[in-house]
């Protein structure tokens, strides 16, 4: 049973970067068959994607976050990575990471929620 | 960018009921076309995908219908674990994704 697990701190001062990494269990992350995806969610709102990273390392990112966004991968670890930099409170949220095949998301981490604050 | 847009942003229903959830498209997406539910504290769950697919363990009173800009998530007969909110995702530019706003499907 695939299984996906967040990490990083949990709490971020302003204008700092955030670094959050997600480990894949019972499964490859070097499978060509899909996309490794990082999604969010403020405080009782809806969800926005944030970007998505293929094994090899392609990358696609949401254009509005696009300019403060990298996402990396690390196959060795089966692992993928995220950081946002010069963080505001308005990118204070519950972060996902997903599995990505054809149209859906099948698998998701249980969330790591993220607070920005001095 | 293309933008979903979901209806009603609450619907309240009684267990047993048939619930009726839509998901607009600005643009067509053809049938990449997803729905996921979401209760209090947990990840989302995907439930449809490509418009009328049930995912893996998911039951049969949910299915999914729809192509192009308008589709609709049913579920036949609510049960009490239904009540959650419900997001509708399209990727018509894979691996791009958007999502709906949601519909909090509470009881009534």
């Known amino acids: 049973q695939l299984q996906l697990q967040e990490s990083g701190p949990g709490l971020v001062k302003p204008l700092e970067t955030l670094s959050l990494t997600c480990t894949v269990s019972?499964?490859?992350?070097?499978?060509?068959?899909?996309?490794w995806a990082w999604i969010r969610q403020p405080p009782g709102k809806g969800l926005e994607w944030i970007g998505s990273?293929?094994?090899?390392?392609?990358?696609d990112y949401n254009p509005s976050l696009k300019s403060r966004v990298t996402i990396s991968v690390d196959t060795s670890k089966n692992q993928f990575s995220l950081k946002l930099t010069s963080v505001t409170a308005a990118d204070t949220a519950m972060y996902y990471c997903?599995?990505?095949?054809?149209?859906?998301?099948?698998?998701w981490g249980q969330g790591t929620l993220v607070t920005v604050s001095s | 960018e293309i933008v979903l847009t979901q209806s009603p942003a609450t619907l309240s229903l009684s267990p047993g009921e048939r619930a009726t959830l839509s998901c607009r498209a600005s643009?067509?997406?053809?049938?990449?076309l997803a729905w996921y539910q979401q209760k209090p504290g947990q990840a989302p769950r995907l439930l449809i995908y490509?418009?009328?697919n049930r995912a893996t363990g998911i039951p049969a009173r949910f299915s999914g219908t729809g192509s192009g800009t308008d589709f609709t998530l049913t579920i036949s007969s609510l049960e009490p674990e239904d009540f959650a909110v419900y997001y509708c995702?399209?990727?018509?530019?894979?691996?791009?994704?958007?999502f709906g706003q949601g519909t909090r499907l509470e009881i009534k």
């Open positions: 019972g499964g490859s992350i070097s499978s060509s068959t899909y996309y």
């Open positions: 990273i293929y094994y090899s390392g392609d990358t």
């Open positions: 997903a599995r990505s095949q054809g149209t859906r998301h099948d698998y």
């Open positions: 490509d418009a009328s």
């Open positions: 643009q067509n997406v053809r049938n990449y």
């Open positions: 995702q399209q990727r018509s530019n894979w691996p791009r994704v958007t």
